[in-house]
């Protein structure tokens, strides 16, 4: 009984303390903690990598100072475009839910791993893509008949 009381003083406080913001201030929590945060990681990384494979040293502040910029100018437009994004997709419960759950400590850590996870699901899908593409096309050569019943 008291997990039960306790569960539910929990959801209440919290449901409180987020009802005191407004669906706006809650969706550009969200777009910061849970959107921009991450892209700004992954921007940095994919830029690196491809800087880094063109011979470029990627480690020094020089690439910071010359990259930094740039990322900010793309995360500064990205950052007026996503929260009607949130808005347009998610319901207004759906947003207290999912800001709700980003304020709890699972919630942050969840978020702090995402940017990880996603980049490794890339890599990981982008092989297969990539054989996938390669079995499209040679079905497509195999198969001239077949582009030919597609055309417009």
Known sequence: MNKIFISLLIILNTNIIADEISVDEMVDFIV????????ADSMKNSMYTMMESAGLNVNGKAMSDFLD?????????IEKKV????KDIYSDDEILALYNFMKTQ???????????????TVLMVSEDAVKLSESIGI????????????MK
Do not use: R
């Not at 910029?69 to 793309?74: A, V």
């Open 32 to 39: 910061q903690e849970q959107f921009l945060s991450q892209q």
């Open 69 to 77: 910029p740039f990322i900010d100018e793309y995360l500064i437009s």
């Open 83 to 86: 929260p009607n994004l949130y």
């Open 106 to 120: 699972e919630g942050i850590s969840i978020n702090k791993k995402q940017s990880v996870m996603t980049e490794k």
């Open 139 to 150: 079905a497509f050569q195999e198969n001239p008949e077949l582009i030919q019943s597609l």
